[in-house]
């Protein structure tokens, strides 16, 4: 039998916008199947955390216009289990609120914090180092998180550096450090002690609570104030009229970068945060030529290195291109240099601004 104080919140509110034009405001990437594996990427991270998490325990956190997407997509969590934001306020004040929620619930709680489009090939090796993390948060105060091996300088992450000196499974955080510039990412790689930050926190629901209330007593206030209503009917009432008052913050800032009692253990499995078409593209079989390709039935001629998404059985017929992003969704084509991914959020805004905000 699964743990009942093992509780989970599933990240589900960010939109995506490097994945347009699959990933809309309206339908963001974490409800497709970006991989074609016949799941999309919450009915994944559901389905990975219910191998060690009561499914009834894992609550989905997400803005309010994605519920009837999660209901959809979940259709076995109840009411109770979805956490809706009325508007963005960025992860510490949502984590803070289903907290609280959580805490009313089950004072014992452990918990895990995990994004819900990540992609995570030895779920077996996740729930072990989960296990690992909960049972070192039942017995300490503890924030933990897991940190991934870095395979080469990525300047889009933020890292943490730990004391190199412990022999230890669980290594103590010196600190975090912001995403850095190529340079300093080829020195933090060389010293050897540091790890990408993947945004997958573990505590006790009591930690992270009393956090709060330490080092965020504004926000903490603001969300305890409306302790007596949470899991009650008056609790929607409350958030509406509340939420918008708390400050936007990230978790990282708010808590986890101000403690001096936060551990990780460097991940044993292979992890990609799946952020860009980019990195879809590492973690898809590729053809002869490296190609990547999604749903499609392509001809292609002189086309090596490229990233083709279509809907199901479309056929797409490329030649003469390389290193390329083809991606056909509805009314927008994109056709755009992998080497530019990180342009394709300034290529939106454009889009928005000139056709008409249905397509962004």
Known sequence: MKNKNYYAILMAGGVGSRFWPVSTQ?????????????????????????????????????????????FEQLPSVTKRQVVLEPSMRNTAPCILYASLKIQKENENAVMIVAPSDHWIEDEAAFSNNVKTAFDFCEAN????????????????????????SSNSEIKSVDQFREKPDYETAKTFLDQGNFLWNAGIFMWSVKTVVNTFRTNQPDLFKLFESGYNVYNTEFED???????????????????????????????????????????????????????????????????????????????????????????????????????????IKKVLQNVKANFGEEYG
């Open 26 to 70: 309206d339908f963001p990437k974490q409800f497709h199947d970006m991989l074609g594996t016949g799941e999309t990427l919450i009915q994944k991270t559901f389905n990975r955390l219910a191998k060690l998490i009561p499914e009834e325990n894992i609550f989905i956190l997400t803005n309010e216009r994605y519920n009837d997407l999660v």
């Open 141 to 164: 105060d503890a924030l933990m998180t897991l940190g991934i091996t870095p395979t080469f300088p990525n300047t889009g992450y933020g890292y943490i550096e730990y004391d190199k």
């Open 237 to 343: 009432d409350f958030i509406r009229e509340n939420y918008g008052k708390a400050e936007n913050i990230s978790v990282d800032y708010a808590i986890m970068e101000k403690s001096s009692n936060v551990y990780v253990i460097p991940a044993t499995f292979d992890w990609n945060d799946l952020g860009t078409w980019g990195s879809l593209y590492d973690k898809l079989d590729k053809d002869d030529r490296a190609n990547a390709i999604v749903n499609s039935k392509v001809l292609l001629e002189d086309a090596k290195g490229n990233m083709i998404r279509s809907k199901k059985d479309k056929v797409v017929v490329v030649d003469g291109l390389n290193d390329y992003i083809i991606v056909d969704k509805d009314e927008v084509l994109l056709i755009f240099p992998k080497a530019k991914e990180q342009d």
